[in-house]
């Protein structure tokens, strides 16, 4: 992987609170969220692609509604979301559909291994037996959909599942109606620092890596055989 060197320049949308987690949309358009002191909001923009500013900034009152707390990921066809959002216990992904104009209420994507899904307190089975799951597999954030909706990317600090550091970036793909259990998916990208934001365009996975402090921008390509 190499690390990119960008000049930043500030965009219009910038206040004085804080904006961050932007995703794509719909053609030329942007979602982020705006967190204030007491709320969390979802915005959407258009790209001026000559400029790269974005126009037309307004809030997104379906999403907001929804309450994400990080980038939202659309499938292919945009029927479908994935976003994260806490419970008492942890950061956990979600799903949501639109239908009839718009979001349905979001439900808890299952993310099973061995065919029992495991999420922190739900009650799973397993031939037969009914128990509790008491460990809790780690929280997840900012997740980004393949664009034939059958991978989800996103950050987590899995610590008894192999995390290199204090968040690596994982997959699941998708298996029916559940996916399937959490994939760390390099340990040549995964550091002792903290890896989030994966997006993914054709064969390059971009991601950002915090380490003393400060945030960078880098670019991995995938291997191929031959």
């Known amino acids: ?3 990119l060197t960008y000049q930043p320049e500030g965009v219009k949308v910038n206040s004085g609170v804080q904006e961050y987690a932007i995703s794509p949309f719909e053609k030329d358009k942007i979602l982020f969220v705006k967190k204030g002191k ?3 909001e979802v915005y959407e923009g258009t790209v001026d692609v000559a400029t790269g500013n974005v126009k037309g900034c307004k809030r997104n009152k379906n999403l907001t509604e929804l309450a994400p707390e ?3 990921a659309f499938d292919e066809n945009g029927k479908t979301i994935y976003f994260t ?3 008492k216990k942890a950061s956990v992904l979600y799903e949501s559909s639109y239908k009839n104009k718009q ?3 979001p439900k808890k994507v299952v993310i099973a291994t061995r065919d029992i899904p495991r999420a922190y307190g739900d009650f799973v089975a397993d031939a037969g037996w009914r128990f509790k799951a008491t460990e809790k597999v780690g929280d997840i954030y900012n997740p980004f959909v393949s664009k034939d909706g059958k991978t989800i990317y996103f950050s987590s600090d899995m610590a008894n599942e192999g995390t290199r550091g204090g968040r690596d970036i994982w997959c699941i793909e998708k298996s029916g ?3 399937n259990y959490p994939t760390n998916i390099s340990q040549n990208i995964n550091s002792l620092a903290d890896e989030d934001y994966a997006f993914v365009d054709g064969d390059k996975l ?4 915090k380490e003393n402090g400060s945030n960078k921008l ?3 390509k995938k291997e191929t055989d031959n």
């Open 1 to 3: 992987y190499d690390s």
């Open 38 to 40: 007491k709320s969390v």
């Open 70 to 72: 990080g980038t939202i």
């Open 85 to 87: 959002k806490s419970t």
């Open 103 to 105: 979001w349905t209420k």
């Open 177 to 179: 109606k559940s996916w």
């Open 206 to 209: 971009y991601f950002s890596r």
């Open 218 to 220: 880098y670019v991995a």
